[in-house]
């Protein structure tokens, strides 16, 4: 999730970046044996770090924190070839910049929230990419519980894997498969950042942390929006600013959030601890999306059924100078997170691109979504023209503009294959000018993704989270129902790494495949789609008969059927 995915600078036109550098790396590698030696050092240093575990407490971030340090110390040596820094010095500098650039935060991903009287079904929907290029793609599963008095539960920060505090656990918790739990309760988010000076350094609960303990304890999205609060609140917020899917099979919510900074209590404590935050209610009957930039302005402060906030969200705004006009003028993203050309292009422009997709009307923003008009600003939900289906959800979240102006298999950097990828950075130079690269829904850089369904034709525990690794354009989802007690192998944690090739990992195999779709995007890809819509067609068909099938069975025999389907399906 590197904030070079979701932010680019002012630039004029678009393009792609020449590969001549391939060629010169290539010449000046093979110049002398003193640069070889250099290759073996610096593999040796990274392969002796990519055996160590920082944070064997949690060892799944411990993966991505190691990968991460693995492939920018790999970065570092093509840098060394093009610059011929060969003397020690140099070389442990650059090893010690390239171990801070390996635990730097990620944030880039795309949420899609569709509410029951919007689609088809009437299931209430949420879709998330976790976008990161050093996330291994796999299904997290925590068990139900109830504990004891007085058990303490560790928090680790998501993104490094980093030991943050312990918190009291509550005596009963849910069972959780990925971001759902048993009782349909879905949780998917996109990061903003915001302000810089409003990361509480000192702060116990980071964002991924919020999700996972809040789909352990609450049963409803209004309980997670309160659970939310009160942790944050509580313990201090230990990340940038966050947007929230949150969704039940009632109703769906878009929240956003962020800290307040550190300010010294004259006790040792942060006299700012906690958040500022805006929860909506998304009207049901409309669709509402995030991609990396706070979308919530202005809002009620009298209609607290739609609208929950923090009783000093504008205060706050007024101490700090984000804000002087009227208190019904406040807008919360133009106070704590003002967007620019490179936070609307670069990450509203997938809001855009979704809209466009399911409701009328939407090329009249199209200026908006290039980063032209910033005034001409998205609705924050529209109506769709026709109610969304599961599969039209599914193949929003393959989107690369195509049929719009940023179409990306149609510009230079697409080349005679139409293939819409694009390496980082998002910006380069030519001439002294400055080109970007488009940032689409659907990208390389995919760990995992999902659209969870909390359903109003079952019970709370037959929700589905539809579930797929890698980019979503090239492989295909898999229904997981959310009272699942068993991760299927294929998706499970153990099952390879990013360092560890395994031939039955699912991350692995969509790599093998979407790597050589990529080669010849125009023809490979279309093969790949036929046997992905079927797989997923097929499996959206046969969901009715799964209702008449466990009619009659106890809670106990349902979820165990339900698990059984989920893991061999996979």
Known sequence: ???????????????????????????????????????????????????????????????????????????????????????????????AAAAVVAFTPAAACTNFIITKGASTDSSVMVSYAADS???????????????????????????????????????RTWSTIGNMNEHSLIIGETTYGGREELVDTTGRIDYGSLIYITLQRATTAREAIRTIVELANTYGYASSGESFSIADPDEAWIMELI???????????????GIVWVARRIPD??????????????????????????????????????????????????????????????????????????????????????GYNLKNRLPLWVKPLTKVSPKTV????????????????????????????????????????EYLN????????????????????????????????????TSCLTPIFCCTQEVPECFSEQNGSMLEYSPTSAFWLFNRVTNFAYMRYDMISADIRKVTDKWENDHLAAIPGFNAKVGRMSDAARRAYLTEVSVTTA
């Not at 979308?295 to 002087?324: H, K, Q, W």
């Open 438 to 473: 488009e940032r689409a829904t659907a990208t390389q850089q995919t760990g995992f993704w999902f659209v969870a369904q909390a359903r109003n034709d079952a019970p709370r525990d037959m929700g589905i989270l539809w579930f797929g690794v890698d980019d979503a354009a």
């Open 285 to 370: 009957g409309y669709v509402c999306a995030h991609a990396n930039q706070s979308r919530i302005t202005t809002f009620p402060t009298d209609d607290p059924e739609n609208c929950l906030y923090a009783p000093d969200v504008v205060s706050f705004a007024r101490e700090m100078g984000y804000f002087e006009g009227e208190d019904a003028d406040f807008s919360f993203a133009d106070a704590y997170a003002p967007a620019d050309f490179g936070t609307v292009r670069g990450c509203d422009a997938r809001v855009w691109a979704f809209f466009r997709t399911v409701a009328d009307g939407m090329d009249a923003y199209e200026d908006y979504a290039m």
């Open 259 to 273: 800290g307040k900074g550190y300010k010294d209590d004259g006790k040792g404590g942060n006299a700012r601890k």
């Open 133 to 171: 290029h050093a996330l291994y793609g796999a299904l997290y599963h925590t068990p139900a519980g109830r504990h004891k008095a007085g058990t303490m539960l560790p928090v680790y920060e998501w993104d490094t894997g980093r030991y943050l505090t312990d918190i009291p656990q509550i005596a």
């Open 394 to 433: 599914f193949d929003c979240m393959r989107d690369h503009y195509e049929g719009t102006p940023m179409d990306m298999t149609q510009d230079i950097g697409a080349g005679g294959h139409n293939c819409p990828y694009r390496w980082r950075p998002m910006t380069f130079e030519v001439d002294g000018t």
């Open 1 to 95: 999730r590197s904030p070079s995915d979701s932010r680019a600078t002012s630039v004029t036109k678009t393009g792609i970046c020449s590969s001549s550098e391939t060629h010169e790396a290539n010449s000046i590698a093979s110049k002398t044996q003193q640069q070889s030696s250099l290759f073996i050092t610096i593999n040796s240093l990274s392969a002796h770090y990519t055996h160590l575990t920082p944070y064997a407490a949690h060892p799944v971030r411990a993966y991505v924190t190691k990968i991460r340090f693995f492939c920018h110390l790999r970065f570092v040596l093509y840098i060394c070839f093009l610059t011929q820094h060969t003397d020690m010095k140099k070389l442990f500098l650059i090893f």
